[in-house]
Structures are given as C-alpha cells and as structure tokens.
C-alpha cells in the first residue's frame, strides 16, 4: 500500500512509532522500499527494520526505571555526565545492534538525516542558534516543515544505513542524526556544527524519491491544525499523514519515566488499530 515511510523525530515519543507500526504493519503487509528517518525516528526505523522495535521498548523501560532523572547534578564535580541520555542511547544501540545489520542491509533502503550549520556561521554561534530554531519548531511553529532554518543556511544531508558497514557506523551515524548538545556531545565536521538533523526538518521528506507511489508519513506531535490522519497530493505521489489522535504523555527527551514511556507505546497500538479500522470501512484519510 506504502511505497515509501517517512518517521518523523521526537525522542522518546517516538516509542509511539513503534506501536503503530507494531499494530499495523502486518496487517497492510506494509514493506516499504524506502525509509527516511531523523534523529530518535533513525533509532526506531532501524530497530523495526531489524525487528528488534519491541526488545528495545523493553530495553528502554528498564533503562529508565534504573535512571530514575534527567539530570545528575551530583556529578557536576565528579568529572560525570550530568546527562545520561547520551550513554542511554549509545548503550541501548550496543546491545540491540547486535546482530542486527544483515537483515536491516535486506529490507528498505534506510536513508538518515543530518544537520550542518551554515557556511557563513561556525563555531558555538552556529550550535546556539541552531538549538534556538529547533526549540521555537518545536515549542512553537505550527509548520509540518517550518523553513526557518533552511532560510539561514542550515543543511540537511541523508545519509544511507546501507552503506553503515558494521554496528558502529551505524551507532555513530545515528549519534550523529541526533546531536543536541549538552544532552549529547557536540560534534563538528570539516568546521562546522553538526545539529540532530531536525533542527532543519523534523519530518525529514526531503529522503524521499520522486518517483509515483503512495507515503506513509508517522508524526510524534499534534499538530491541532490537521485532522489526526490526512492525504495530501504531492506531485505524482500521495502523501498520508498520522499523527497520535492525543497528546503523548512524555516530553522528548524524558529518560526517567519508564510508566509514560509503556503508554506511548499502548497509544501508538491503539492509533494503529483506530487506522486499521478506518481502511477496513473504506474510509480515507
């Protein structure tokens, strides 16, 4: 049915992702030839794609409950990480990596996104006035695809995980789509900022080929605006959009909370069956 499936980011929202697909997918023998992917969506594509998206629900869970909060303050002075996101999501692509890259390399040609600042701009500027557009999108556009860091000269390149030739390319590949600094480590190529790749656009459609077919487009926020599930002509294709028919109960980047993390989850099923449902009627998005 869906020639192509776009994963938006969100960080730990995207565990929804996860339950839509996990209710879905089977039932619409939905295998797509491409997948384009950002940040926290890189992370769950790859782990669908492996089929490894329901251990890693678990995986992350118990990682929580273990965390129990976002910030450490204790090791302020200890020469610690204040963060723990960073050695969360390195340790969880470890584990559930493994053994993983053979049937990912068989199955759709995963292609992740990455931001670099602009040419004009490098250096500690670049990183803050990235981390400033991707908040105001975040917090306050009500843009599917706001522009603005685009119009500043942000660059947003895909990258394809079948070219990854081991686990940890693709580990450091996904650390790289996800740069948010400080809860990650800064990173810099060839002088300049590399930025989660949403900064640019956190629903990354530009992964996609132009060619005639159907896409299936799996949001991680509300956008008040647009019907819970809705179809767009795109040129020869149709793109259809979901969204969580609710708010999700979590923020981005909340690793202390393995109770919201489980109902993200169940609300993504739940999403995935009232879907299911609507094709079942006839009905369209």
Known sequence: MFDQVVFAGG???CTWQ???WDAVASEIQLSPRVVSAVSAGALVSSLILMGKSLAAVDHFATAFRTNGRNIHWQNL???KPVFPHHHIYRH???KLFTGGLKK???TADLRIAVAYSPEWLSGPLALLLGIGIDYTDTYFSRSLHPSSARRLGYRQFFHSAHNCTDELELERLILTSSCTPPLTPRQQREGAEILDGGVVDSVPVGGL???PGRVLILLTRNYPQYPWCFTCRKGDQLWTYVQPIRPLPIRVWDFANPQALTRVFHAGRADGQAF???LLAGEHC
Do not use: N
């Open 209 to 211: 080929d132009p060619e």
């Open 104 to 106: 990912l390399h068989s």
């Open 92 to 94: 969880a692509m470890r």
């Open 77 to 79: 002075f200890k020469g």
């Open 11 to 13: 960080g730990v929202r």
């Open 276 to 278: 299911l449902a609507m």
């Open 18 to 20: 996860i339950g839509f």
